[in-house]
């Protein structure tokens, strides 16, 4: 069964807390990415990847990091450093480099800071 | 920068009417457009993909329509049932992809 799962489905965080966000996908997509959605706001992309080893930063990345060390996965790590970090991940991957080509979504991991 | 807005922020309508989503875009030079479903607490679903040099797409009571120049897409949703209720998205390409904040649609039975 092809597609994309985010795990865990709901983090609670203390503060000062570094928590990760896994991302995997079976569909053999080049590219991968990281939103984050916040409730009344669109989308806002955190990272993106698209190749392996390879990353770059997306409008928000401040206080979040990623690795790219296998095609299928892309893990996301919010820091202690994030200010507000209570929000929806979401995350993408699309099936070539360049953003001409359609992405699809995980179910996505809601994070709560206690 | 892309400025991607979505009108009305809600909307609420009786089951079996037609109806108008809207999307509006600042900058012309995009490389496609999408529409989105989200569900509550769900990730997205895509509904509709629209190239820049496409006019319309359709699926079942679904279409979307692009008029690059004026920065606008419509989303029109024939006979509406209360399994449509959700938050639909429209997102445009260029060298990133920009989201609207989303319209929350109600159908009521």
């Known amino acids: 069964d092809g597609g994309i799962t985010q795990s865990p489905k709901y983090l609670f965080r203390k503060e000062g807390q570094n928590v990760t966000l896994s991302c995997e996908q079976n569909l053999n997509h080049d590219a991968m990415y990281w939103y984050r959605q916040d409730p009344g706001q669109g989308l806002r992309l955190i990272y993106y990847s698209q190749i392996v080893n390879d990353f770059q930063k997306g409008d928000i990345a401040e206080g979040y990091s990623v690795s790219r060390e296998k095609k299928e996965s892309f893990p996301l790590t919010v820091t202690s450093a994030q200010k507000n970090p209570t929000a929806f991940y979401l995350c993408?991957?699309?099936?070539?480099?360049?953003?001409?080509?359609?992405?699809?979504f995980g179910p996505g991991t809601r994070l709560t800071v206690l | 920068k892309q400025e991607v807005t979505q009108i009305p922020a809600a909307l609420s309508v009786p089951e079996g009417e037609n109806l108008v989503l809207n999307c509006s875009f600042t900058d012309s030079a995009i490389y496609n457009l999408q529409w989105f479903r989200q569900d509550p607490g769900k990730g997205l679903t895509s509904l509709l993909l629209i190239q820049s040099s496409q006019r319309e797409q359709t699926s079942g009571r679904l279409n979307a329509s692009l008029d690059k120049s004026s920065g606008r897409s419509t989303l029109y949703i024939a006979a509406s049932q209360p399994g449509d209720s959700a938050t639909y998205l429209c997102?445009?390409?260029?060298?990133?992809?920009?989201f609207g904040a989303g319209t929350r649609l109600t159908v009521k039975p």
């Open positions: 993408a991957s699309s099936i070539g480099r360049g953003w001409a080509n359609e992405q699809f």
């Open positions: 997102a445009v390409r260029q060298n990133d992809m920009r």
